[in-house]
């Protein structure tokens, strides 16, 4: 009943920027806390970034400096900005969010199917 599309992922060069953004759709009462995670190939999913519906942020520390975690709530959207992107951030970038759908309902996490970053020359 929620679902969550993403989408900016592109190719880019080493040091250019790009902005991924996730829209959250359907049953939804209020969004709690989003994030966006990455898999690279033959890695593990890691966390990049989260942000509360308050607008508290947590990067993680290799990004930290270059990327920014944004959401707008009226939209139901969060955005990462990216810049200076290294060849070590190429990844499937999937968001996530923790979403209430009813007053009555508990919290439920929701996953979108994820974006390619590539980044190379």
């Known amino acids: 009943q929620v679902q969550l599309v993403e989408s900016g992922g592109d190719l880019v060069q080493p040091g250019g920027s790009l902005r991924l953004s996730c829209a959250a759709s359907?049953?939804?009462?209020?969004?709690?806390?989003m994030g966006w995670y990455r898999q690279a190939p033959g890695k593990q999913r890691e966390l990049v970034a989260t942000?509360?519906?308050?607008?508290?942020?947590n990067y993680a520390t290799s990004v930290v400096g270059r990327f920014t975690i944004s959401r707008d709530n009226a939209k139901n959207t969060v955005y990462l900005q990216m810049n200076s992107l290294k060849p070590e951030d190429a990844a499937v970038y999937y968001c996530?969010?923790?979403?209430?759908?009813?007053?009555?309902?508990?919290?439920?996490?929701?996953w979108g199917q994820g974006t390619q970053v590539t980044v190379s020359l």
């Open positions: 996530s969010a923790d979403v209430m759908t009813t007053r009555w309902s508990g919290r439920l996490n929701y």
């Open positions: 359907g049953s939804i009462f209020s969004i709690y806390d």
């Open positions: 942000v509360t519906r308050g607008g508290n942020t």
